[in-house]
């Protein structure tokens, strides 16, 4: 199982970014939660947005609510973070994440990782 971030970029606060996420086929996508969790330099992982497989309930930091949507389309396996009014303290880099068992912030609870991608808000 893989999944390949993409669409991060240099962007302007105030400004919008869209990151995908493609999963590969080797697994029945609507059966796992998705996630998006993001690392700035020197911190730790945190969790941003959750959707679960069906996409009946969707989860967020309170960093974020408001400003970020999470979606998915499971026809394409693939999972999007839209990202709007972004604020320098939104550069990170962003992972997603899939869970078998449950979902939620917890990063404990997601099976597979992709690679990353970086987004830079600048002031």
């Known amino acids: 199982v893989q999944l390949q971030a993409s669409g991060g970029g240099l962007v302007q606060a105030g400004g919008s970014l869209r990151v995908s996420c493609a999963a590969s086929?080797?697994?029945?996508?609507?059966?796992?939660?998705m996630g998006w969790f993001r690392q700035a330099p020197g911190k730790e992982r945190e969790f941003v947005a959750g959707?679960?497989?069906?996409?009946?309930?969707?989860y967020y930091a309170d960093s974020v609510k408001g400003r970020f949507t999470i979606s998915r389309d499971n026809a394409k396996n693939t999972v999007d973070l839209q990202m709007n009014s972004l604020k320098p303290e939104d550069t990170a880099v962003y992972y997603c994440a899939a869970a078998y068992r449950g979902w939620g912030p917890d990063f404990n609870l997601y099976d597979y990782w992709g690679q990353g991608t970086q987004v830079t808000v600048s002031s």
């Open positions: 959707i679960t497989g069906k996409s009946t309930s969707t």
């Open positions: 086929t080797q697994f029945t996508f609507s059966t796992y939660a």
